[in-house]
């Protein structure tokens, strides 16, 4: 959710080594972890990173202290160490009773979160079947999402217009417009001071995946080649901002005129509209080669609740009283701060403020564009990526012998949690 935080970086990193390296250890643990309860008495403890929009903070507060059935206590994370807290404090008797995370099959192989299958099947129905899809192992549910956070680029109108610029359609139009548009004040097109945030994108865009349905490699494809080529392209061409003051979750690049196309999260659409009115527009990560299609990456947050605590049965009925039965509030959490879209489809179809002009666009694109996460596309697998992407993108590096590195890691954890 939060686009205006330096917090926001773990959109992309929340899954750091740091954080998911607790697994094997709480893998190793089984279910006598020792811990007491999250709370006192019936009370509940929930886990928050610290969102960046003003009012979210006390907005969950606002909905715990409408729950009359027990006492709910926010732990309210900031800083940059979210996940290296979480996961070490799910090894102690003061883990949360729930928490926000991504879908992640490490979760569930250790027995971390249970299944709230019983709670969402009367629902389920009404959720972005590709947001089941993304939390479901072996027909078990566990997880419910939150809110849905699409990213694509965004463009001053007024800055492509004056250089003559059409909306990219492929990666080699976006090379080409970075190049008519970059001045010695702006560069064209900004993707983040990693770049990290554009590899899964671009994957898709080049026809390819991360998995396949059999959870085998689908990445190293002809496609993908291409991609990485043409991002070492634009990687040296001079056109590409590189070190901006914040990372790619921040609408300030393009606000403040650095760079003229910048890649963000829908999230960022009310600041970037407050300050630039009309001259605004979204298009998707273009195709890659004569495979690809457009992509447009889902991220976005979820509750879980902690199967190694003694209160599963009170955290579950907290997460289906808000997160399921309060439409009032998952309307309210999705839209009052920073613009998202709703699982819910119901609750989607009748938001006003996705319905016309640009949030409309953004909502199209996710639809007609768009990826979820993969629930067995583990941590290490992304890390792999990016070392792949570094060495073929930042240090001109052969893109098959990455790829080769890369599939090596990826099988390696693909035969760890599929035999």
């Known amino acids: 959710m939060s686009a205006m935080s330096n917090n926001w970086d773990r959109r992309s990193v929340l899954r750091a080594a740091a954080g998911l390296a607790a697994l094997g250890p709480l893998a190793a643990c089984g279910s006598n972890n020792g811990r007491s309860g999250g709370g006192s008495g019936n009370g509940l403890v929930q886990y928050f990173h610290a969102y960046g929009e003003t009012g979210t903070e006390q907005a969950i507060k606002k909905y715990a202290a409408a729950y009359d059935k027990a006492d709910v206590t926010t732990q309210w994370i ?11 404090t799910l090894l102690t008797k003061n883990a949360p009773d729930l928490f926000e995370f991504h879908p992640q099959i490490q979760l569930i192989k250790s027995g971390q979160v249970a299944d709230l299958t019983d709670i969402i099947d009367p629902v389920k129905d009404d959720f972005n079947q590709a947001d089941i899809a993304s939390h479901t192992v072996d027909g078990k549910i566990y997880g419910v999402r939150m809110i849905d956070d699409p990213q694509f680029f965004f463009y001053r109108k007024s800055m492509l217009e004056k250089a003559g610029v059409g909306v990219p359609q492929t990666l080699d139009e ?20 990693t770049l990290q945030a554009v590899i899964r994108p671009m994957i898709w865009a080049a026809g390819a995946d991360t998995l396949d349905a059999k959870n085998e490699p689908a990445y190293h494809t ?83 609740v902690n199967a190694k605590g003694d209160k599963v049965d009170e955290a579950k009925e907290y997460v289906k009283w808000l997160w399921l039965d309060q439409k009032e509030y998952q309307e309210d959490w999705a839209l009052s701060y920073g613009f998202h879209i709703p699982p819910r489809t119901s609750i989607a179809e009748s938001a006003e403020k996705l319905k016309s002009g640009l949030p409309a666009e953004g909502v199209k694109l996710f639809s007609d564009y768009g990826h979820f996460d993969n629930i067995g596309w583990t941590q290490a697998m992304i890390k792999a990526t990016e070392d792949m992407f570094a060495d073929s993108v930042r240090k001109d590096g052969d893109p098959e012998a990455a790829l080769d590195t890369c599939d090596k890691v990826v099988n390696t954890e693909l035969k760890k949690l599929f035999g």
């Open 174 to 193: 976006l090379i080409e417009a970075a190049a008519k548009l970059t001045t010695d004040k702006v560069k064209g097109v900004y993707l983040g001071n």
């Open 78 to 88: 900031t800083g940059s160490n979210f996940e290296s807290k979480l996961f070490a």
């Open 222 to 304: 002809d496609g993908v080649v291409e991609g990485l080529k043409a991002m070492r392209k634009l990687f040296t061409s001079g056109d590409l901002l590189l070190d901006a003051p914040a990372d790619y979750w921040d609408a300030s690049a393009l606000t403040q005129g650095l760079t003229a196309i910048q890649f963000c999260g829908m999230w960022a659409m009310p600041v970037m509209q407050e300050a630039l009115g009309d001259d605004l527009g979204v298009f998707p990560f273009p195709k890659v080669g004569d495979a690809g299609k457009p992509s447009v990456y889902n991220g976005g947050w979820s509750m879980f």
